[in-house]
């Protein structure tokens, strides 16, 4: 036991205080206390050091005011440390072993120093209610650093309660630190960084592992292995929510374990089950950096954050199965995300309203096991830059871009995308100010939605496999190219684009593109390629036809825009409708069948001249047949009856008149065919012409008729009122045909 003199004399010499002989020095805590009241002009500047003492009865300081530095080296304490309102130079506890630590309110001008110390305990203090720890900071105020390089703090509930804590210099919790219990530093203001190099958070205090929520880092956070290879461990969860970082989080070679459930924490809200990091609002004005061989057992909230980068470098493993791996839902990144080539997460990624004033990258990543239908869920997000997708590989659920806004290109090259229980990849109404690329051997195993997308650019779909496109009232502006490899059904409804660069071969059957409008083909012009397309088509629709009509009447070609049309209407009579054919309907197929041989639904009135003339060969060789022709008589104004070779019934002799109308015959008693100038003579080829192409009469048909008397009169009469019909109609079809014709397109 030392004795007071000696204890004196090493405090105003400023020289260590040791055993010299090999005992154990014993020093008690009030004869420290008494010491420290004195005046300190009495002592030494450089304070009281303590080797490998044992200080007796406790060391109670509180309230007290030493101007001078305290050192302890190897000291053992028999009883808690109690620093309550105290005011201190300075403090060092190095290789101490110490039953606990009360500091609430401590205020140190220098260091404290906990270095290689082993502090356990499980106290109690006014600071809360619910909850013991072994050491307890709250309010306390350390001028310089606070120092725990191999410390082991083992506490029954919670390590380190230092609620609202200020710290002037920086927070060090190095190499072989070791926190049995969890760390509480809600509010604490840090003027430089915190740095955990080779920490370990073993035992979660009922699931949280350090709690630094709505603290103000003034510097950097680091989480990384030092220089041995030893890996930070955090077992349990990481809080920092609405906590400011003016510097940079880095996480480098760290391991984080999941401890379940945050439960029973008093004012902390109960967040999401499984979060390895929950930083819900917290802002770091440097980058996120998540580096090396970092294993993440749990998701990582960083929703309603702000950021500068975000990082998740190669060799990281994000793994949070049917969990949110990353959230950044209505967070702002003042640059990119990027997701290194290589990164493997199990969980989802969600952007729900996040802005990204620069890239998404994802190029080269693995997900599976997503939380719900969906893996990526940009739901309303903002990236100003490009979207780079290419060569992701997802297994279960979409990736949803549904209302987003992508500044550049959204590219996925030759990504896989596999999830056969629903969509693959949605991005209904958004907005793409680039082109959208699913090209490359992209490859989506589900359906890709594009309704009421609208894309700036190109939509390429070349050398792709697809299972159903959904892309209903969508629009490209600079075109689509639909060269895809396979695709198992398509909705182009209601789409608008330009140019339509595609293979009409490799459309599916099911393919519905009623409203589709572009302005041209950027590929083939064979309307015959073309119709088989069309025709290929189930079910039928008309709209199609006539759009593909108008793109080749467009650039100048009526030919084939009208052999389209030809075909809708073919198409059109062979669709069977519900429930049969109707009597009716049966009538009205027969007329559209009649319509498209006759004159190729008005588009071909060329084959009605061909009809005209079978119909004038037919008359002229009836006309001509002498017994058709003993069948015709013609009157004159006298009621004189001739025939074509003269005179059958003379009712009034022909008497010279007036006006000369009237001769008398001259060759014969009998007058000729003519009747001597009495009647237009009968010409067979005039007759026929007359008959069947009514537009325009010869003054034959109105003169000789067939009498009706005999057998022959009668068919004779009915087979030329019905060459007059026939001649009719086909004459009227040919005008108006024509006139459609002479009409500007």
Not at 231 to 236: D, N
Not at 330 to 336: G, I, K, Q, Y
Not at 403 to 408: D, E, K, L, M, Y
């Amino acid at each position: 036991m030392i004795d007071e003199a000696t204890l004196r004399r090493a405090a105003a010499t400023g020289e260590a205080l040791r055993s010299l002989d090999g005992d154990d020095l014993v020093v008690p805590g009030g004869l420290l206390r008494e010491l420290f009241r004195r005046d300190p002009q009495d002592l030494d500047p450089r304070g009281l050091t303590l080797e490998s003492a044992r200080v007796a009865d406790g060391l109670d300081l509180r309230g007290m005011q030493i101007p001078f530095p305290l050192r302890f080296v190897g000291c053992a304490f028999d009883r808690p440390l109690d620093l309550d309102g105290a005011e201190l130079h300075a403090l060092v506890l190095d290789g101490c072993d110490v039953p606990g630590v009360v500091a609430n309110g401590l205020r140190v001008r220098r260091d404290l120093d906990l270095s290689r110390s082993r502090v356990r305990g499980d106290l109690w203090t006014s600071a809360s209610t619910s909850c013991s720890a072994a050491v307890w900071l709250c309010e306390s105020e350390i001028g310089g650093r606070l120092l725990c390089v191999d410390t082991v703090i083992d506490g029954a509930v919670r390590a380190v309660q230092a609620d609202r804590m200020r710290v002037g210099g920086t927070i060090r919790l190095l190499h072989g630190f070791e926190a049995r219990g969890g760390i509480r530093l809600l509010g604490a203001d840090v003027a430089g960084s915190l740095d955990l190099t080779g920490a370990r958070l073993t035992r979660p205090d009922r699931g949280l592992a350090l709690d630094l929520g709505d603290a103000t880092i003034g510097g950097s956070v680091f989480v990384i292995a030092d220089q041995t290879g030893r890996r930070p461990l955090v077992r349990g969860r990481l809080a920092l929510g609405n906590a400011r970082i003016a510097g940079q989080l880095l996480i480098r070679d760290a391991d984080f374990e999941p401890a379940g459930t945050v439960t029973g924490t008093g004012y902390r809200s109960r967040r999401r089950a499984g979060a390895a990091i929950s930083a819900p609002g917290l802002v770091v004005n440097g980058d996120v950096s998540i580096e090396g061989e970092c294993r993440i057992g749990g998701g990582v909230d960083l929703s309603m954050g702000t950021y500068s980068t975000i990082q998740i470098h190669e060799g990281t493993r994000l793994a949070a199965p049917g969990e949110r791996a990353l959230d950044l839902t209505n967070a702002e990144l003042r640059s990119s995300l990027v997701l290194a080539e290589g990164v493997a997460v199990e969980g989802t990624l969600r952007l729900a309203g996040a802005h990204v004033r620069g890239d998404l990258v994802l190029k080269g990543t693995r997900w599976s096991e997503p939380e719900g239908p969906t893996i990526v869920a940009a739901e309303g997000a903002t990236v100003d830059g490009g979207v780079d997708l290419r060569g992701v590989e997802t297994c279960g659920g979409r990736i949803t871009f549904r209302s987003a806004t992508v500044g550049a290109t959204f590219d996925a090259h030759g990504a896989r995308l596999r999830n056969t229980d629903g969509g693959a990849l949605s991005l209904r109404q958004a907005v793409v100010k680039g082109s959208v690329l699913l090209a490359g051997g992209f490859t989506a195993e589900g359906s890709v939605v594009l309704n009421r997308a609208v894309i700036e650019g190109r939509l390429a779909c070349a050398g792709g496999t697809f299972g159903d496109v959904v892309a209903a009232s969508a629009t490209a502006r600079a075109g689509m190219n639909l060269h895809w490899t396979a695709a198992a059904s398509v909705d182009l409804t209601g789409a608008v684009t330009t140019a339509l660069a595609d293979d009409p071969a490799a459309w599916p059957r099911r393919s519905a593109i009623a409203g589709f409008v572009y302005d041209r083909f950027d590929g083939s012009w064979d309307w015959r390629t073309r119709r088989d397309w069309l025709r290929g088509m189930e079910p039928f629709d008309a709209g199609p036809y006539e759009q593909a009509a108008r793109v080749f009447r467009q650039h100048g070609r009526p030919v084939e825009a009208e052999r389209l049309l030809m075909e809708q209407r073919r198409r059109a009579r062979q669709v069977r409708p519900p429930g049969g054919r109707a009597p009716g309907r049966l009538l009205r197929d027969l007329r559209d069948v009649l319509y498209g041989v006759t004159v190729g639904y008005g588009y071909r009135p060329g084959r009605t001249l061909w009809l005209l003339a079978a119909l004038l060969a037919l008359v002229g060789t009836l006309v001509a047949v002498p017994g058709a022709q003993a069948t015709l008589r013609a009157t004159d104004p006298r009621g004189n009856v001739y025939a074509v070779d003269g005179r059958l019934v003379t009712v009034d002799e022909t008497k010279q008149g007036a006006d000369a109308t009237a001769t008398r015959a001259r060759a014969a008693s009998r007058p000729g065919p003519c009747g001597d100038g009495q009647v237009r003579c009968f010409d067979p080829v005039f007759y026929t012409i007359d008959t069947v192409v009514p537009l325009i009469s010869l003054g034959q048909r109105a003169v000789w008729y067939p009498e009706t008397r005999t057998t022959a009169g009668r068919v004779t009469s009915a087979l030329l009122n019905v060459a007059s019909v026939l001649g009719w109609l086909l004459s009227t079809v040919v005008v108006l045909s024509f006139a459609r014709l002479a009409r500007p397109a």
